[in-house]
């Protein structure tokens, strides 16, 4: 357990739809990353946060948002789904700015039908 | 932009040594990082190495040469739990460049 939570564990839902994704850091973690691991691309980088703001972006389409609020938690908005976006959602988070030792958490497995 | 070259599938004996090679091509380089993840997990990380050389955690080294743009993850001693995806990952440098590129994964298989 790598101590960062996220909800839901499983998605299912229709395209065209909007989701939301929850993640938890780890007590005293102030940075948060998403990442979408899909069978053909891998796992990419989406965005990052640091203590509420946002600090780097990666390959995040335009329909999709995020944001990290005053708790550290953070949710990562997916609008006008289509069938590619369905994926496994990361989320990771470390103590630090700029730092190689992510954890994890379990993951939230979006299929859009 | 960045691109991470791995092999897609490794298969080896229990309790021998295999070897999971990287070579990387990035515009900066902070660091190459080894992430694990079982099938149905998260991936967890393994081991970092910012400098040239050799970094040894228990059973797993991982190596580096800045040189060479290359890395290899070692896994010694290895036990039909270590049969998961690696994946190698390099932190860009400059500014603002925080997040992680990992390579496509190499599925290492363990058989008795």
């Known amino acids: 357990d790598s101590g960062v939570t996220q909800t839901p564990k499983h998605l299912i839902t229709a395209t065209g739809q909007r989701v939301t994704l929850r993640c938890s850091p780890r007590?005293?973690?102030?940075?948060v990353y998403w990442y979408q691991q899909s069978l053909d691309q891998g796992l990419q980088f989406l965005i990052q946060?640091?203590?509420?703001?946002?600090?780097a972006k990666g390959n995040i389409l335009e329909r999709f948002s995020a944001q990290q609020f005053p708790d550290l938690h953070s949710e990562l908005n997916l609008s006008s789904l289509e069938l590619g976006d369905s994926a496994l959602y990361f989320c990771?988070?470390?103590?630090?700015?700029?730092?190689?030792?992510?954890?994890f958490g379990p993951g939230t497995r979006l299929t859009v039908l | 932009g960045q691109s991470l070259e791995q092999p897609s599938e490794v298969t080896a004996v229990e309790g021998a040594i295999v070897q999971i090679n990287c070579t990387y091509q990035?515009?900066?380089?902070?660091?190459l990082s080894w992430y694990q993840q079982h099938d149905g997990g998260a991936p967890t990380f393994l081991s970092y190495?910012?400098?040239?050389g050799l970094e040894e955690t228990g059973r797993f080294s991982s190596f580096l040469s800045r040189s060479d743009s290359y890395g290899y993850l070692l896994l010694q001693e290895l036990q039909m739990k270590d049969s998961a995806s690696y994946f190698c990952?390099?932190?860009?440098?400059?500014?603002?460049?925080?997040?992680?590129?990992f390579g496509k994964g190499t599925k290492l298989s363990v058989i008795p």
């Open positions: 990035t515009s900066g380089f902070y660091g």
């Open positions: 190495n910012a400098l040239d």
């Open positions: 946060y640091y203590n509420g703001e946002e600090r």
């Open positions: 007590s005293g973690d102030l940075s």
């Open positions: 990952a390099v932190n860009p440098s400059g500014a603002g460049s925080y997040q992680l590129t």
């Open positions: 990771a988070s470390s103590v630090e700015l700029a730092n190689n030792e992510q954890f």
